[in-house]
């Protein structure tokens, strides 16, 4: 499924056009990315919770190369999925 798809469906199900849908969707990612970006958690009940990662400084080598290298400190985000969303697509899954 895509952005597109998404907004599709959505805008089917709420009655606001496509464009208000798009809008909304797009404001609803932009929300998460800034607070992720501020560190801040991201809980969404039923969903899953968005978090950032910190991956310390390592040392790296190039298998090409086999030259070694340092990999700076970065913020990776992550998704932790919730129970009630693994136990609906393994219920779903099941019945397909």
């Given at each position: 499924?895509?952005?597109?798809?998404?907004?599709?469906?959505?805008?089917?199900?709420?009655g606001l056009t496509k464009v208000e849908t798009?809008?909304?969707?797009?404001?609803?990612?932009?929300?998460?990315?800034?607070?992720?970006?501020?560190?801040?958690?991201?809980?969404?009940?039923?969903?899953?919770?968005?978090?950032?990662?910190?991956?310390?400084?390592?040392?790296?080598?190039?298998?090409?190369?086999?030259?070694?290298?340092?990999?700076?400190?970065?913020?990776?985000?992550?998704f932790k999925v919730s129970k009630l969303l693994k136990e609906?697509?393994?219920?779903?899954?099941?019945?397909?």
């Open positions: 499924m895509t952005k597109l798809d998404i907004i599709n469906e959505s805008a089917k199900l709420t798009e809008l909304v969707f797009d404001s609803i990612i932009n929300s998460i990315k800034i607070s992720l970006s501020k560190g801040e958690r991201v809980d969404i009940r039923g969903f899953g919770s968005f978090i950032t990662k910190v991956k310390d400084e390592r040392e790296a080598r190039n298998p090409a190369t086999n030259e070694t290298f340092i990999l700076e400190k970065r913020y990776i985000p992550s609906f697509v393994d219920l779903e899954m099941k019945e397909i």
